[in-house]
């Protein structure tokens, strides 16, 4: 596993009563993670934990990359403002690197790649606070990266963008991570659809944990964490308890997929 929690607590008092009471998960390269569940599940905490940003009280963060060294994990907030350090987005995405002592021959090549891997190539001279949302929530994505991350975990990252940016960033989440790992935590239904597996927190333990497919065919999961399914998969759902969802088709994670199966079963 590129990422490995095993049974991390996390208690912000001593005598309040842990936020994380043994929270595992595993990582895959290449994977994204959903970690959904209700306001006060712990959510921001494990983002915290998993990034060192908190003190355990007991458990373990670790794994191992393919050269065989220990993860290194980035961290994105829900608004992107509060990290940026630098006039420009370009200097702002080297900032990090320059911090870590990297030879400023490979920042000044990392970096340009960087900013043109996140489509900012043109706003590479501009103020970051004068970017659009969806802007920033990639310029602070391209600055967590250039610092050779592993693992990124993203806490809600579209919290503060309209539907637009939610959906324009959700569609390029998957190129944005390319061949790293990430955790996203979210409360957006259709955001989980994006991710392989979901992990659902309830009072700060692991009530669920699945992949996605498992997750949305079966409803009363979600429905029990007062959790919404993406809307393909509450559609999907609505038709099968009228009778009308084509027997033995997969309960759709997109509308591309929910248009399928209607295509295919009015063509039958």
Same mark, same amino acid.
């Given at each position: 596993?590129?990422?490995?929690?095993? #049974?991390?607590?996390?208690?912000?008092?001593? /005598?309040?009563? @842990?936020?994380?009471?043994?929270?595992?998960?595993?990582?895959?390269?290449? *994977?994204?993670?959903?970690?959904?569940?209700?306001?006060? /599940?712990?959510? /921001?905490?494990?983002?915290?934990?998993?990034?060192?940003?908190?003190?355990?009280?007991?458990?373990?963060?670790?794994?191992?990359?393919?050269?065989?060294?220990? @993860?290194?994990?980035?961290?994105?907030?829900? #608004?992107?403002? /509060?990290?940026?350090?630098? %006039?420009?987005?370009? #200097?702002?995405?080297?900032?990090?690197?320059?911090?870590?002592?990297?030879?400023?021959?490979?920042?000044?090549?990392?970096?340009?790649?960087?900013? *043109?891997?996140?489509?900012?190539? &043109? +706003?590479?001279?501009?103020?970051?606070?004068?970017?659009?949302?969806? +802007?920033?929530?990639?310029?602070?994505?391209?600055? $967590?990266?250039?610092? #050779?991350?592993?693992?990124?975990?993203?806490?809600?990252?579209?919290?503060?963008?309209?539907?637009?940016?939610?959906?324009?960033? =959700?569609?390029?989440?998957? %190129?944005?991570?390319?061949?790293?790992?990430?955790?996203?935590?979210? +409360?957006?239904?259709? *955001?989980? &659809?994006?991710?392989?597996?979901?992990?659902?927190?309830?009072?700060?333990?692991?009530?669920?944990?699945?992949?996605? =497919?498992?997750? $949305?065919?079966?409803?009363?999961?979600?429905?029990?964490?007062?959790?919404?399914? @993406? &809307? &393909?998969?509450?559609?999907?759902?609505?038709?099968?308890?009228?009778?009308?969802?084509?027997?033995?088709?997969? $309960?759709?994670?997109?509308?591309?997929?929910?248009?399928?199966?209607?295509?295919?079963?009015?063509?039958?």
């Amino acid at each position: 596993m590129l990422l490995q929690a095993t #049974d991390i607590r996390v208690r912000h008092h001593e /005598s309040h009563p @842990p936020v994380l009471a043994g929270v595992s998960l595993e990582l895959a390269a290449g *994977e994204l993670l959903a970690v959904v569940g209700a306001n006060g /599940s712990g959510k /921001s905490t494990l983002a915290r934990a998993l990034t060192g940003l908190v003190s355990l009280e007991a458990g373990t963060v670790g794994g191992r990359t393919a050269a065989g060294g220990a @993860p290194r994990v980035g961290l994105v907030l829900q #608004d992107p403002a /509060s990290q940026f350090v630098a %006039a420009t987005v370009a #200097d702002d995405v080297a900032f990090g690197p320059e911090g870590a002592g990297i030879d400023p021959a490979v920042i000044r090549q990392v970096v340009p790649a960087l900013v *043109e891997e996140v489509g900012l190539a &043109a +706003q590479a001279a501009r103020d970051p606070a004068f970017l659009s949302g969806g +802007q920033q929530q990639r310029a602070a994505i391209a600055a $967590i990266l250039a610092c #050779d991350v592993d693992v990124l975990v993203l806490d809600e990252p579209t919290a503060m963008l309209d539907a637009a940016g939610r959906a324009a960033f =959700r569609d390029q989440a998957r %190129a944005l991570i390319g061949g790293r790992g990430a955790i996203w935590i979210t +409360q957006d239904a259709d *955001e989980v &659809a994006t991710c392989d597996r979901v992990l659902v927190l309830e009072a700060g333990v692991v009530a669920w944990t699945g992949t996605v =497919r498992a997750y $949305i065919a079966a409803p009363h999961v979600a429905r029990s964490f007062g959790l919404a399914l @993406p &809307a &393909a998969a509450r559609i999907a759902h609505e038709l099968a308890g009228r009778g009308a969802w084509p027997s033995g088709v997969a $309960i759709p994670l997109d509308v591309a997929e929910l248009d399928a199966a209607i295509a295919g079963a009015h063509g039958a």
